[in-house]
């Protein structure tokens, strides 16, 4: 009996291939970007499952492209990307890859508020110019840590992650969103309205999934809110911050620095204003980007992937609805 045919928008992994090849005939597109859209309506044809990322927009086109298509196995824990209620519609269940990327996450969100706080890139290229001649009292002041305010904007998770790590520097943490209040408690974290907590903190961390009601979530109104010494930092979706506005306030010191794991567009264009600002540290999407948790997010996405080929429950499905 031929195994089902799979395909994978890109190579991930060895650990979550192997698992793949072991049931499926799987088809790798071998390439650093992701496939156009001609291609990817092509490779799709065929094939039972598909290995997504979040870069691979699979809508109701796509779907329809693929009339074997049984599930569609995201290797995110977002899911942006894939028209879910198209899947629903079609009774084809979409897997995700939830909670193993939590702590690594938290870990770049953090990193990147502390390399802002003292402005580490900036620091760098300070040396690797050879403007570094002496010691000096008034060279690249940063901003304290230990005592600072941090407000988190979407409580869950890797936003309750961020906190743990926030309590150990001594902050004082606000969030917004997304948690009960035992929770909260436990952390040492207090509740406020958006427009609170951005008035308040020192540091804001934004922590929400991206939809209709994120979008430009920060914008030229929340920037204003916000104290001109307070640092952004976005390691959820670039779309949740307006570029625009976010480069206005940051070049007319309306805020003092930001620091961004996602852009948008996503990768960011070279001509972006947003790339001529040393208080703009950007790194290209990296939040989930160890050795260990990459290899995690392959397996668990080969899992959901062999499950709904087998007609089995997804182990981490975003659309559990289609078993009723």
Not at 94 to 108: I, K, Q, R, W
Not at 156 to 166: C, D, E, P, S, T
Not at 170 to 184: D, E, R, V
């Amino acid at each position: 009996m031929s195994k089902p045919r799979v395909l994978v928008t890109r190579p991930v992994p060895e650990k979550g291939l192997e698992r793949l090849r072991a049931v499926c005939d799987v088809h790798v597109y071998q390439s650093k970007l992701p496939p156009s859209r001609d291609v990817l309506l092509r490779e799709i044809a065929d094939c039972e499952g598909i290995l997504s990322l979040l870069t691979d927009p699979i809508d109701a086109e796509v779907m329809s492209a693929a009339p074997r298509l049984k599930v569609i196995s995201n290797m995110a824990v977002g899911y942006d990307n894939v028209d879910v209620k198209a899947a629903t519609e079609r009774k084809i269940p979409v897997g995700h890859t939830p909670g193993v990327l939590t702590e690594t996450s938290a870990d770049l969100a953090f990193a990147l508020l502390m390399a802002a706080a003292r402005r580490l890139g900036e620091g760098e290229r300070y040396v690797k110019s050879g403007q570094w001649v002496t010691w000096s009292p008034q060279l690249l002041l940063g901003y304290d840590i230990y005592g600072a305010t941090l407000g988190i904007v979407g409580f869950g998770r890797i936003g309750q992650a961020v906190a743990r790590r926030a309590r150990g520097f001594g902050m004082q943490i606000l969030y917004h969103g997304g948690s009960n209040q035992q929770t909260a408690q436990a952390l040492g974290a207090q509740e406020r309205t958006l427009d609170q907590l951005l008035a308040e903190s020192d540091f804001i961390s934004l922590h929400v999934p991206f939809k209709n009601a994120t979008h430009h979530l920060i914008g030229e109104r929340e920037l204003h809110l916000m104290k001109r010494t307070a640092i952004l930092i976005n390691t959820a979706r670039g779309p949740v911050v307006d570029p625009h506005a976010l480069y206005e306030a940051l070049s007319s010191g309306v805020i003092a620095y930001a620091a961004l794991d996602v852009t948008e567009p996503e990768p960011i264009h070279m001509d972006d204003p947003l790339l001529t600002l040393d208080n703009c540290l950007i790194v290209p999407h990296i939040g989930s980007s160890t050795v260990a948790t990459r290899e995690k997010m392959a397996s668990i996405a080969a899992a959901n992937l062999i499950a709904g080929l087998q007609g089995e429950k997804l182990p981490h499905c975003v659309n559990p609805q289609v078993y009723d």
